[in-house]
């Protein structure tokens, strides 16, 4: 592995953990707003369901991407490849 490839990859992987960590805690906040006595806009059910969508999107497509940077490949089977692409469309769908 040359030296630029491990920089594409580790670029990679620091903005997917950066947008999984992201994206994770506001849906904490999210979620721990909704059991107090806060009461919710209009626009707060727009960010949940946004949040989940982002979420979705970088597990499905970033993860994929970094591991395929680092060069790991052909890791998932036929259903596995499918489900993954299923669940991207359906976060991409959301948002």
Same mark, same amino acid.
């Given at each position: =592995?040359? *030296?630029?490839?491990?920089?594409?990859?580790?670029?990679? #992987?620091? @903005? %997917?953990?950066?947008?999984?960590?992201? *994206?994770?805690?506001? #849906?904490?906040? &999210? /979620? #721990?707003?909704?059991?107090?006595? &806060? !009461?919710? !806009?209009? %626009?707060?059910?727009? $960010?949940? $369901?946004? %949040?989940?969508? *982002? /979420?979705?999107?970088?597990?499905?497509?970033?993860?994929? @991407? %970094? =591991?395929?940077?680092?060069?790991?490949? $052909? /890791?998932?089977? $036929?259903?596995?490849?499918?489900?993954?692409?299923f669940l991207h469309r359906m976060g991409r769908g959301v948002s």
């Open positions: =592995m040359a *030296n630029s490839e491990l920089v594409v990859g580790l670029i990679f #992987l620091t @903005q %997917t953990m950066v947008g999984i960590l992201g *994206n994770f805690s506001l #849906l904490y906040h &999210y /979620i #721990l707003l909704s059991f107090t006595d &806060y !009461r919710s !806009r209009s %626009t707060d059910f727009i $960010h949940k $369901h946004l %949040t989940v969508a *982002n /979420i979705l999107a970088l597990l499905c497509k970033g993860v994929p @991407q %970094t =591991m395929a940077a680092f060069g790991w490949k $052909h /890791i998932l089977s $036929h259903f596995g490849c499918k489900l993954l692409f």
